[in-house]
Nanobody, 118 residues
Framework: QVQLVESGGGLVQPGGSLTLSCLVSGTETIFKKYGMGWYRQAPGKQRELVGSITNNGLTAYEESVKGRFTISRDNAKNALYLQMNNLKPEDTAVYHC??????????WGQGTEVTVSS
């Protein structure tokens, strides 16, 4: 059974940093072939893709997080990471990881909540 488990969220002051992790289980042998993304959903807003990484390691970011967020992966650990620096209140959301292709989404995990507030 495929499972996504996100962790690393928390309460942080504006300007602070967090590193999110996503562990993928149940599909270890082909994780390395997946393009993956970090998504977030703020209260009252639609889910949005904030960063992506292809199976070859190419990355892309939503405009508002460019220069602040860095996505990476460790295929040996079936893990995806999101380093978030200079956090802003508008980054407050529940963050999820999943495959990039909508039609190939895996079952969503619980996500990890990030709150940026002073």
């Amino acid at each position: 059974q495929v499972q996504l488990v996100e962790s690393g969220g928390g309460l942080v002051q504006p300007g602070g940093s967090l590193t999110l992790s996503c562990l993928v289980s149940g599909t270890e042998t082909i994780f390395k072939k997946y393009g993956m993304g970090w998504y977030r959903q703020a209260p009252g807003k639609q889910r949005e893709l904030v960063g992506s990484i292809t199976n070859n390691g190419l990355t892309a970011y939503e405009e508002s997080v460019k220069g602040r967020f860095t996505i990476s992966r460790d295929n040996a650990k079936n893990a995806l990471y999101l380093q978030m620096n200079n956090l802003k209140p508008e980054d407050t959301a529940v963050y999820h990881c999943n495959r990039l292709q909508r039609l190939m989404w895996l079952p969503w995990g619980q996500g990890t909540e990030v709150t940026v507030s002073s």
